[in-house]
């Protein structure tokens, strides 16, 4: 409800880019919320809970001159582990990589302990984690590298698995220039998996902005960071996953 309610106009994005800003630069989720928002964090999940309470939404409504056909979609009830899954990677966008994030995403893998999907959060989460770390950060990366390892073995070929391979090797990568270690194979192979991602899934914004950022570490001056960096400009605001 949070990203929706955010997403409805170009000033509330801006807030809630703001609010990502400050949270990756390591501020408090109260603090972050209170500098993008202007409100308490109290103040700012009472106006979530009143836009969630609303009775009806409303959407536009386009008529082609040409009917298009329509295709055949399956409907699935959401189960239990689907709704930990999605409120888990709702906190970790919001709210960062805190306890409740954790105990929603583990919780959803006790549930459905065979779904890709699931450890490939929680690489983001550990990912995540590290980043705030700062001291040793090496405990989180393995960490996600054991998730990401379950995941490989469920669904090998999966874009989303392909792009937090990639987040890996990069964050590794980073971790190595950082401290004068040899980098440039673990970048190479975070773009491998970026690419494969890409290959797989041509709108998966996600691998787009993790290819571009890549060109931030060695920027060889290649066309392809302008390509994919303003593919993800695109890509993301209508990607609710990235989001």
């Given amino acids: ?21 400050l949270w990756a630069g390591g501020v408090a989720p109260e603090a972050a919320v209170q500098r993008a928002f202007g409100v308490s964090y109290q103040a700012f999940d009472d ?11 409303s959407c536009a409504v386009i ?21 930990h899954h ?15 994030t954790f105990d929603l995403l583990r919780k959803a893998e006790a549930l459905a302990p065979r779904d890709a999907s699931i ?15 700062k001291g040793d950060s090496s405990a989180q990366v393995e960490a996600a590298s054991k998730q990401l ?23 590794r990568a980073a971790d ?7 980098w440039e194979q673990e970048l190479g192979q975070a773009r491998t ?13 996600e691998a787009y902005l993790g290819l571009g950022v890549t060109y931030l570490l060695d920027d060889t001056g290649s066309k392809e960071a302008q390509v994919v960096l303003e593919a993800a400009g695109y890509l993301l605001p209508l990607a609710t996953e990235a989001a």
Avoid at 87 to 99: E, R, V
Avoid at 176 to 182: D, E, P, R
């Fill in 1 to 21: 409800y949070a990203v929706h309610m955010l997403s409805a106009a170009p000033a509330a994005q801006k807030q809630l880019h703001d609010y990502l800003q």
């Fill in 47 to 57: 106006l979530v809970h009143r836009y969630a309470a609303r009775p009806s939404l």
């Fill in 63 to 83: 008529h082609p001159a040409t009917p298009l056909p329509v295709p055949v979609v399956q409907v699935h009830p959401m189960t239990e582990s689907d709704a």
């Fill in 86 to 100: 999605q409120l888990g990677d709702l906190a970790l966008a919001l709210f960062g990589p805190g306890p409740t």
């Fill in 119 to 133: 450890y490939a959060s929680l690489v983001r989460a550990h990912l995540a984690k590290a980043e705030q770390s």
């Fill in 149 to 171: 390892a379950r995941a490989k073995a469920l669904a090998p070929d999966d874009p989303e698995v392909l792009t937090v391979e990639g987040m890996l090797h990069a964050t």
């Fill in 176 to 182: 190595l220039k950082a401290h004068g270690g040899a």
């Fill in 193 to 205: 998996a970026y690419r494969a991602a890409i290959h797989r899934n041509e709108v998966a914004a």
